[in-house]
């Protein structure tokens, strides 16, 4: 049972363009929604997280937007970079980390 | 600090075969995670172990697959006999525990492992 949603499946943004990736969300017991970054060969490495306090959680480029009441979360990439193209999954998990629930994954190309 | 680290990287075996994957954690993490990962899909939990025991083996087919974390520290997950469908990575993560709040997960570089 597929229980964290993600689109687009891919995604094409031309350097210094928004980068946004959606994600939903049924289970309404989820109380941590971090996203990460995968680069082939590689294992994901966590980029950012919010929790469900918070409507937006800002690092650098990376800034996540959080609705509670229509239980949905993105990935805004601001200023993309060629250097972010990499497959993006957003998460979500209970008791604050433990099992996560993988969303599908972005893949993310970001056009010199 | 190191990583994750996981051996081998890249396993090729023909099917009925028994295969082995190995996961040594970041040090002083006291949760391991083994997950798998298809190809364009994102990782799914296949076991949890806070130190050594395992206290969510769910969703491990448990007719071919096992673990253990024998001490605590390190982990190997096993596969016998391998079947087709079994190719994909094998993610191994770690983190500190229960109890940290937001307890982040740190991801291993994975096995690639491919049944003929």
């Known amino acids: 049972q597929q229980q964290v949603k993600q689109s687009p499946q891919s995604l094409i943004v031309q350097k210094g363009g928004i980068s946004i990736i959606n994600c939903a969300y049924e289970n309404t017991a989820f109380d941590y929604f971090p996203w990460y970054q995968q680069f082939p060969g590689k294992g994901p490495a966590l980029l950012i997280a919010?929790?469900?306090?918070?409507s937006e959680k800002k690092e650098g480029r990376f800034t996540i937007s959080f609705n509670k009441s229509a239980k949905q979360f993105s990935l805004h990439i601001m200023d993309s970079q060629p250097g972010d193209s990499a497959t993006y999954f957003c998460?979500?998990?209970?008791?604050?980390?433990?099992?996560?629930?993988f969303g599908p994954g972005t893949r993310l190309s970001v056009l010199p | 600090e190191a990583g994750v680290v996981q051996s081998p990287r890249y396993k090729i075996i023909e099917k009925k075969q028994p295969v082995a994957f190995w996961c040594n954690p970041i040090s002083g993490h006291n949760t391991l995670y083994w997950y798998l990962q298809n190809l364009g899909q994102g990782p799914e939990l296949l076991i949890r172990?806070?130190?050594?025991?395992?206290?969510?083996d769910s969703q491990l087919p448990k007719d071919r697959f096992s673990a253990e974390r024998l001490k605590g520290v390190d982990s190997t997950l096993k596969i016998q006999p391998a079947e087709l469908g079994d190719s994909a990575v094998y993610l191994c993560?770690?983190?500190?525990?229960?109890?940290?709040?937001?307890?982040?997960?740190?991801f291993g570089p994975g096995t690639r492992l491919t049944v003929l």
């Open positions: 993560a770690s983190s500190l525990g229960a109890g940290v709040s937001t307890d982040t997960q740190y």
């Open positions: 172990y806070e130190n050594e025991e395992a206290v969510d």
């Open positions: 919010i929790r469900p306090d918070v």
């Open positions: 998460a979500a998990s209970k008791n604050y980390g433990q099992n996560f629930v």
